[in-house]
């Protein structure tokens, strides 16, 4: 058993109309800065994981989507040093708006096969193969 905190983040695998998924680099300033990763955030507190990423694509992304359109994929289970990172995945190919940054972070549209060449954090990485074959 350890102390380790569990940490809750939803995560979302937005899928445009070629196929490609959206990946976010995390900016300098955060931990794991110009790892990439897909966009999602802390569940906070009351929150539903698909409310949580409601909210995180609009804050990030300033683009919307509905609990009906994220379908949910895997979950990561991945152990940092200092806390337990427990993230569903989902995928959503429809939502308004046209992603951009704003909060400093680069984007990039991938195709799945070509996802591997983006440097990701660790409880990422074990997403990639079963993302690249379900698309």
Excluded at 29 to 40: D, I, N, T, V, Y
Excluded at 61 to 85: E, K, M, R
Excluded at 111 to 129: C, G, K, Q, T
Aim: charged residues 25%.
């Amino acid at each position: 058993m350890t102390d380790r905190k569990i940490v809750l983040v939803a995560a979302v695998a937005l899928i445009d109309p070629d196929g490609r998924v959206l990946l976010a680099q995390r900016p300098e300033g955060k931990s794991m800065a110009g790892l990439w990763e897909f966009p999602g955030g802390k569940v906070e507190t009351g929150e539903s994981p698909e409310t949580a990423l409601i909210r995180e694509l609009d804050e990030e992304l300033g683009i919307g989507t509905w609990q009906s359109c994220l379908a949910p994929l895997t979950f990561a289970s991945h152990a940092y040093d200092d806390f337990h990172l427990l993230m569903p995945l989902f995928a959503c190919r429809k939502w308004d708006g046209i992603p951009q940054s704003r909060e400093g972070q680069a984007l990039k549209w991938v195709a799945p096969h070509n996802l591997r060449e983006y440097p990701m954090p660790p409880a990422d990485v074990p997403l990639i193969p079963i993302l690249r074959d379900w698309l």
